[in-house]
């Protein structure tokens, strides 16, 4: 248990809908980051968040969005969803410094129909 | 920028036989390396990581790697492999500075034949 929890565990869309996936961080994280795990692959990094702004950004486009709130928690917001945008959604929080060692959630499994 | 390859998208031992599964990675600066494994329908849990100091890091469940700057690899080992152990493996790499982002490999997927 890394204790990064992530809601929902699964969730189905239709192409063109909007979707919010929510992450909570580990106890003293003040860093998270989303990455979009696609069937057979790696997970590819889509943003991070310190300090409820964003940090630094993969190669996605802006309708992938996010937000952190004062408690570290964090939304990973995807508009006008694309079939391609099925995946599995992993959010790792992190304590800036250091190593900065990420833990992952359990991740949320998007369908796009 | 900074990319990992991992060797195999699919291995397959014995049970009680040795594991090896194969990452190099490349980066313009020293890096920290990681090893995640992902049961099924799970999200990652971190096995082990370099970031400074002895080169051979042990990790959970038995397993360990080594850093070997000269070859760029960072592959991981395992003496004698477990049926628990079938799972999928991601070597990941990240700058040793700031608050930068982790770079997965493919993955290899391991299978423990009885």
């Known amino acids: 248990e890394t204790g990064v929890t992530q809601s929902p565990t699964h969730l189905i869309k239709t192409r063109g809908q909007q979707v919010t996936l929510r992450c909570s961080s580990q106890?003293?994280?003040?860093?998270v980051s989303w990455y979009q795990q696609a069937l057979g692959q790696g997970p590819q990094f889509i943003f991070q968040?310190?300090?409820?702004?964003?940090?630094g950004r993969g190669n996605f486009p802006p309708r992938f969005s996010g937000l952190q709130f004062p408690n570290y928690s964090s939304e990973l917001n995807v508009n006008a969803l694309e079939l391609d945008d099925s995946a599995l959604y992993l959010c790792?929080?992190?304590?800036?410094?250091?190593?900065?060692?990420?833990?992952f959630g359990a991740g949320t499994r998007l369908s796009v129909l | 920028a900074q990319s990992v390859t991992q060797l195999g998208s699919h291995v397959s031992v014995s049970e009680g036989a040795l594991v090896l599964l194969r990452c190099n990675y490349s980066?313009?600066?020293?890096?920290?390396l990681f090893w995640y494994v992902q049961y099924p329908n799970q999200g990652l849990q971190l096995l082990l990581k370099?970031?400074?100091?002895?080169?051979l890091v042990k990790g959970i469940n038995g397993f360990e790697a080594e850093f070997k700057k000269s070859e760029t690899s960072f592959h991981l080992t395992k003496p004698s492999a477990h049926m628990s152990d079938a799972a999928e493996y991601f070597c990941?790499?990240?700058?040793?500075?700031?608050?930068?982002?982790?770079?997965f490999g493919k993955g290899t997927r391991l299978s423990v034949i009885a």
């Open positions: 370099y970031t400074t100091g002895a080169t």
């Open positions: 968040y310190y300090r409820e702004e964003e940090n």
């Open positions: 980066s313009s600066v020293p890096p920290y």
């Open positions: 106890s003293g994280h003040n860093t």
């Open positions: 790792a929080s992190s304590l800036t410094g250091g190593a900065n060692i990420q833990y």
């Open positions: 990941a790499v990240r700058q040793n500075s700031g608050n930068t982002p982790l770079v």
